[in-house]
């Protein structure tokens, strides 16, 4: 069966400091990846997704960037933080080709910028 | 602009209490249509989905959602809250052939015992 990992489970970091969180899928091949930021009262924001390696799209400006250096490995980053990137910070996979899947969520890591 | 609008922020209901969540979308073409829910401290996990057939779509723990294409809308509904159906619920859309999905923001339902 598939799964999704995510890691760390929760940060803290200082404004200014740079930033790599993982994300891995198990047990499918060449998935769709995707990054939300988890918002109170604002739902999820679509910040990145992936339909293969080194194929990134961005929905929206912003501190951050995407990169998926293998085919279940997708990863955010930043060089600096800032106040603002505090949030929560979801990884999701679906199934590739024609036809949409529901998408499949990981656990989160939790992002405090201080 | 393309949007997912979840008019209820936060909803009290009392165990055995009727519920229906209100979802709408602005998108123009054909949709697939999902809700997930996000227990306290879970992953957010899909509840049901619609991609075609009978607009009447039952999911798990006796929810279900019915398409109504005229008014854009993909609304949640359960007879009977239980205490256990605390939780978040959001409703999601993605144009049909297209993996870009897009979530309201978000209702918040509390279930008193």
């Known amino acids: 069966s598939q799964t999704i990992h995510q890691w760390p489970a929760t940060l803290v970091q200082p404004v200014g400091s740079p930033l790599s969180l993982e994300c891995t899928v198990e047990?499918?091949?060449?998935?769709?990846l995707y990054w939300y930021r988890q918002a109170a009262g604002r739902g999820l924001q679509l910040l990145f997704y992936s339909v293969g390696i080194g194929q990134i799209s961005s929905e929206v400006p912003q501190n951050l960037s995407a990169s998926r250096p293998q085919d279940r490995q997708f990863i955010l980053s930043s060089k600096k933080l800032l106040l603002s990137d505090s949030g929560f910070y979801l990884c999701?996979?679906?199934?590739?080709?024609?036809?949409?899947?529901?998408?499949?969520f990981g656990p989160g890591t939790r992002l405090t910028v201080l | 602009a393309q949007s997912v609008s979840q008019h209820n922020h936060h909803v009290i209901l009392s165990e055995a209490a009727s519920l229906e969540l209100g979802c709408n979308y602005s998108y123009g073409g054909t949709v697939n249509l999902f809700w997930y829910v996000q227990y306290p401290g879970q992953h957010l996990q899909l509840l049901l989905k619609?991609?075609?057939?009978?607009?009447l779509v039952k999911g798990i723990k006796g929810f279900e959602a019915e398409f109504i294409k005229s008014k854009f809308s993909f609304n949640l509904r359960k007879p009977s809250v239980q205490w256990s159906d605390t939780a978040e619920y959001f409703c999601?859309?993605?144009?049909?052939?297209?993996?870009?999905?897009?979530f309201g923001a978000g209702t918040r339902l509390t279930v008193k015992p």
């Open positions: 047990g499918t091949s060449n998935p769709n």
């Open positions: 999701a996979w679906s199934g590739s080709g024609r036809y949409v899947n529901e998408q499949f």
């Open positions: 999601a859309v993605s144009l049909y052939n297209n993996n870009d999905m897009r």
């Open positions: 619609y991609f075609s057939g009978d607009p």
